[in-house]
Nanobody, 114 residues
């Protein structure tokens, strides 16, 4: 059974940093695509960053240069380092594992105060 558990969210002031973690179980972690998505109130869920098994990454334009996705295959964990946070980054952040199917975590709230 696939399980993704996010952690690391919280309340931070604008300009601050947070690191999100997503621990995976029940997956062949090293061969899947890991991604971070977010959903703000009243808005659709959107891609933040993804990393394929080879290490290539892709970021939303709004977070380029501020966010960094990384993964530790031994720990089956993907991270999202978020720096220079802005109020518009406020959202529930979800991780997703994709390999033949998509699996989502339960989400973690990130709130950035101005």
């Amino acid at each position: 059974q696939v399980q993704l558990v996010e952690s690391g969210g919280g309340l931070v002031q604008a300009g601050g940093s947070l690191r999100l973690s997503c621990a995976a179980s029940g997956v062949i972690f090293s061969t899947g695509v890991m991604g971070w998505y977010r959903q703000a109130p009243g808005k659709q869920r959107e891609l933040v960053a993804i990393m394929i098994s080879g290490g290539d990454t892709n970021y939303a334009d709004s977070v380029k240069g501020r966010f960094t996705i990384s993964r530790d295959n031994a720990k089956k964990t993907v991270y999202l380092q978020m720096n220079s946070l802005k109020p518009e980054d406020t959202a529930v952040y979800y991780c997703k594992y994709s390999r033949y199917a998509d699996y989502w975590g339960q989400g973690t709230q990130v709130t950035v105060s101005s």
